[in-house]
Nanobody, 123 residues
Framework: QVQLVESGGGLVEAGASLRLSCAVS????????MGWFRQAPGKERDLVAA????????FYTDSVKGRFTMSRDNAENTVSLQMNSLKPEDTAVYYC????????????????WGQGTQVTVSS
């Protein structure tokens, strides 16, 4: 059974940085495209960033380009999301997700999910 466990969320002020991590166990990590989604209260769950199986390509939603960086370590079975220059609108629960196949922005395309970690950015 594949399990994803996120860590690293918290409460920070605008302009600060946070680093989220996701540890994956129970599967063949290098087979998975990995994504970070976020969901704010009353809003849909949206893809923030994704990285391909080989880490050869990454995707970022427009609102985080230049501020967030996603990486993966296929030796350690982990992905991370470095978030800099955080804004109040980045406040959400952040989820790590995994799928077989290429990157898709659709949450339904990801088979495995973590439990989520709260990120709160105060103004």
């Amino acid at each position: 059974q594949v399990q994803l466990v996120e860590s690293g969320g918290g409460l920070v002020e605008a302009g600060a940085s946070l680093r989220l991590s996701c540890a994956v166990s129970g599967g063949t990590f290098r087979q998975y495209t990995m994504g970070w989604f976020r969901q704010a209260p009353g809003k849909e769950r949206d893809l923030v960033a994704a990285v391909s199986r080989s880490a050869g390509s990454t995707f970022y939603t427009d609102s985080v380009k230049g501020r967030f960086t996603m990486s993966r370590d296929n030796a350690e079975n982990t992905v991370s999301l470095q978030m800099n220059s955080l804004k109040p609108e980045d406040t959400a629960v952040y989820y790590c997700a995994a799928r077989l196949g290429h990157t898709t922005t659709l949450p339904a395309g990801y088979r495995y999910w973590g439990q989520g970690t709260q990120v709160t950015v105060s103004s």
